[in-house]
């Protein structure tokens, strides 16, 4: 019997709710920024195969940028950024003053890659930090990781430490939106959240639920 | 892509294994520590292809596994698939890829540089059931779609950032 299976419904509301804390401090970072509305959706929490974790930002092939850090400390666990390539490239145009810059093709700048990585050290640090007081938790995130690449080979860099427990993942997925943009329906960036099957019981100890 | 006219691709899934015939093709998409292992046998036109995530079953900590998941059983499990499908595994050759480092940065877990391990794990079992090694792509960093077609024997790789090869 592994943890995962233990996990009641009182478990992923709690789970919903860190998604929720963390995801909004990332998301008023992101707008004051950029100065730009941004929203967030209420965040999934979801037990999904490995399969499924891919159709969650549109397939494993699909070419998106994506930031990924470790969390170690009291609670260990991988966090994604994952943007598609032409909203990285709006956030980072806007960033860096250069409507030229793409992730696309060979416009890429090393000022523009730095711009993004701090995009997302800024987002995560923020996350994890409401993470962090919420529960008050030790959490130290690694240096976030960037790459441009098909969704399947990122995601799956997260789910090596889960593999081994189970061939299911529960992952906390917030999605945000940028206001402004006429399609109102569709997902701007994605914040995943994978806990080491081992870190569910301190998260919960911590929140005073066993 | 690799397509004959009337074959179909067949699709593999992360973690998952399968076998095809010609016409057909067999892929897996978003390889990135993990790898990919075609085994076919020529004279057959019969191919079979294992999505592998990690080194050894021995890493489980659960009671039942899936096979698939692991270089060591993922590869019996194919041989065995393609031997009941009619082909004899003295005739099988392998080409492999994908074992990447889509992230580089320090860090002490061993999960970080699992494609590595991956791919030396996927050697040595190929090297226990004297299966050689015809072709392979691994290592780097760029993530790859691969497609194998039975009829030509040819594996077909497209990362996102070096374009499409065939080896």
Known sequence: ?210 | MIQSRTGQVIKVGIAQLDIVKMPDTIRTSGLGSCVGVVLYDETKNIAGLVHIMLPDSSLARTETINEAKFANTGIKALIDKLKLAGSQPSRLKAKIAGGAQMFKFTSDKDSMRIGPRNVEAVKNELRKNNIPIIAEDTGGNSGRTIEFNPDTCLLNIRTVNQGVSEI
């Open chain 1, 1 to 210: 019997m592994n943890e995962i299976q233990k996990i009641t419904s009182l478990h992923l509301d709690i789970l919903k709710e860190i998604g929720n804390i963390g995801a909004a401090h990332a998301a008023t970072a992101l707008s004051s920024l950029l100065a730009r509305k941004i929203d967030m959706q209420v965040p999934k929490v979801e037990m999904v195969s490995f399969e499924e974790m891919m159709e969650l930002a549109g397939g494993a092939e699909t070419v998106v940028v994506g930031i990924f850090l470790r969390i170690e400390g009291d609670s260990e666990g991988s966090m994604f950024f994952i943007l598609p390539i032409e909203q990285a490239d709006r956030f980072i145009q806007s960033l860096i003053n250069d409507d030229q810059f793409s992730f696309s093709d060979g416009k890429l700048t090393e000022l523009g890659v730095s711009a993004m990585q701090e995009l997302g050290n800024i987002l995560s640090g923020s996350y994890l930090s409401a993470l962090s007081d919420f529960t008050g938790m030790k959490l130290y995130p690694t240096v976030p990781g960037l790459s441009v690449d098909m969704f399947g080979a990122i995601i799956s860099t997260g789910l090596i430490e889960i593999s081994e427990v189970s061939d299911q993942v529960i992952v906390i997925n917030t999605s945000i939106f940028e206001e402004g943009f006429d399609n109102r329906n569709e997902v701007h960036g994605h914040f995943f959240l994978l806990p080491d099957p081992d870190s569910f019981t301190s998260i919960f100890k911590a929140l005073g639920v066993s």
